[in-house]
């Protein structure tokens, strides 16, 4: 058989009505010569799609057929006890004038005189907080410790062991300080500096979630549109799609029946791919079923219901000749039951978890623990092949402040990584930071208890649950790592790609920043 690799338009995809994406790079496609079909081979986006967008790939090799073979966090229960109502700081004046030349004193010990921290520090205070002489001797002495030109990410940590330890003073004039410091258009320490500091503000006031950030969402095609512009300039959400897509098609490649669960199937084109790659099989295409899992919030990110997936993904099945079915789950991952799943006799089934079970409640949460329910449920299927995509990352059960410091080190590695990419002046820079990421960032630092959805796990931590649950390791293709590492070199040469314990991890310079793995 003649595999040929070449460039070609994507017109038979955008027949099939999914958004087209503005390319950032030639599109890789395989052509089986036998069947005379074409398939995208290493595309998979992020959730969601702009309505005035492309699909896209980067160039890379991938995965494809072969006609005899295949192509510990631990709990810390003060972490939530130490949140709740606003921490208050006791009144020794009335004052306002005794209270403005104390706050004058205090803008020229920490700034000089050229300083216009007065207005900022003030507002910060809201009208509250009285200052007395001795607590102003002891901010002084700080601040006197402290080198004139001060270092942004050791004040964001400075000002997080200030609320850890609820001294409101302190952390009241650390954010004083942060707000002359961070700049949402500056260098990436400063952009994320910027929303660390809303997440500080919101423990610290104790108006947590999206009740902590001052901008509005955007409008659905608006957020389509920046969700995909983070896609194309970091390679995570790709390097989590090729390799589930990879681990899938190597267990499903002699199968003449897949169903595939999605648990969080946003806009379902994680799948075009491999919808794509089973049409070019040899001997034929499988019967394709798939059901679509997701959180009733995610409608907005894809500007509908599931039914528009279920159309998009049957018309491009049709257009390559795949027998198909989209099966909607009508429920979210949390409520999902073996009913919603439509269990059929002679199908192989392939369940899906790409960026989705971290924000499950464990039993850190709730004595339900719907992480490890879900788990069990999947393995009573049975499957025969589990996917699994997440954040390398711990911060789920940790204590707030080791949780703030290890949330600044993940971003401020994934800020960086995305100023290589995307240059400073691109226009939406700033709406993609802060309504794709600055959200994510805030609900680590101000929440806790069932308001924090972000909590992830390292893959150690996965692991564990997973053989709990009854799992095995299933082996990663290593035709798919290679098909990994070419696509890296599209990004820039700071990324790295280890192969660690029968998993994937994809880092910024020497930090690990996703992890993906496959389970049987």
Request: include cysteine; proline fraction near 4%; aromatic fraction near 6%.
């Given at each position: 058989m003649s595999n040929t690799l070449y460039y070609q338009p994507m017109q038979e995809i955008e027949a099939c009505g999914f958004p087209q994406f503005q390319t950032l790079d030639h599109q890789l496609c395989y052509s089986n010569s036998s069947h005379g079909k074409t398939s995208l081979l290493n595309y998979a986006t992020l959730e969601s799609s702009p309505s005035n967008g492309f699909y896209t790939v980067f160039n890379s090799p991938t995965f494809t057929f072969s006609?005899?073979?295949s192509p510990t966090s631990q709990q810390e229960s003060h972490s939530d006890k130490n949140y709740g109502s606003p921490i208050s700081v006791s009144c020794v004046s009335d004052d306002v004038n005794a209270l403005n030349h104390k706050l004058r004193e205090l803008e020229s010990v920490m700034l000089g005189p050229d300083s216009d921290i007065l207005e900022n520090y003030e507002s910060v205070l809201?009208?509250?907080?009285?200052?007395?002489?001795?607590d102003i001797d002891s901010w002084r002495q700080i601040m006197e410790s402290v080198p004139r030109r001060r270092d942004l990410k050791q004040v964001l940590i400075a000002c997080a062991k200030s609320i850890s330890e609820n001294d409101a003073f302190t952390a009241q004039r650390w954010i004083a300080e942060l707000r002359q410091m961070v700049s949402v258009s500056g260098e990436p320490i400063e952009r994320l500096g910027a929303y660390v500091l809303e997440g500080l503000v919101a423990r610290l006031t104790s108006s947590g979630g999206s009740r902590g950030l001052k901008w509005k969402e955007p409008?659905?095609?608006?957020?389509?549109?920046?969700?995909?512009i983070l896609y194309e300039v970091?390679?995570?959400?790709?390097f989590g799609y090729m390799s589930a897509n990879g681990a899938i098609a190597e267990a499903m490649k002699d199968e003449n029946k897949v169903h595939i669960i999605d648990f969080q199937i946003s806009q379902g084109s994680q799948w075009v791919t491999l919808i794509q790659a089973f049409a070019a099989r040899p001997g034929g295409p499988p019967h394709i079923r798939i059901t679509g899992i997701d959180d009733p919030e995610s409608a907005y990110a894809r500007g509908g219901g599931l039914n528009i997936v279920g159309q998009r993904l049957s018309k491009l099945a049709k257009s390559f000749k795949v027998p198909f079915e989209f099966h909607c789950g009508g429920t979210s991952a949390t409520k999902v039951q073996v009913e919603n799943l439509g269990?059929?006799?002679?199908?192989?089934?392939?369940a899906n978890f790409a960026f989705v079970l971290h924000r499950m409640p464990d039993e850190s949460v709730s004595t339900r623990n719907d992480r490890d329910c879900l788990l069990r449920l999947v393995k009573s299927l049975p499957p025969k092949v589990v996917t699994l995509v997440e954040q390398e990352s711990n911060t789920n059960t940790a204590a707030f402040f080791p949780r703030f410091t290890e949330a600044l080190d993940y971003y401020a590695a994934m800020f960086e990584s995305i100023d290589v990419t995307l240059p400073r002046a691109h226009k939406e820079r700033i709406n993609v930071e802060q309504h794709c990421l600055a959200?994510?960032?805030?609900n680590?630092?101000?929440?806790?208890?069932s308001e924090r959805v972000e909590r992830h796990e390292v893959l150690g931590k996965w692991k564990s649950r997973f053989r709990m649950a009854g799992f095995t390791p299933y082996p990663l293709s290593s035709l798919v790592n290679a098909t990994i590492k070419t696509l890296l070199e599209s990004y820039s040469d700071k990324y790295s790609l280890v192969e660690r314990d029968g998993a994937l991890y994809l880092g910024w310079m020497n930090r690990d920043l996703v992890a993906s793995c496959a389970w049987k």
């Open positions: 006609p005899g073979g809201q009208g509250d907080i009285d200052i007395a002489s001795a409008a659905s095609n608006d957020l389509l549109s920046y969700m995909h970091c390679p995570y959400f790709k269990i059929r006799a002679g199908e192989a089934v392939a959200r994510d960032v805030v680590v630092i101000a929440c806790e208890g």
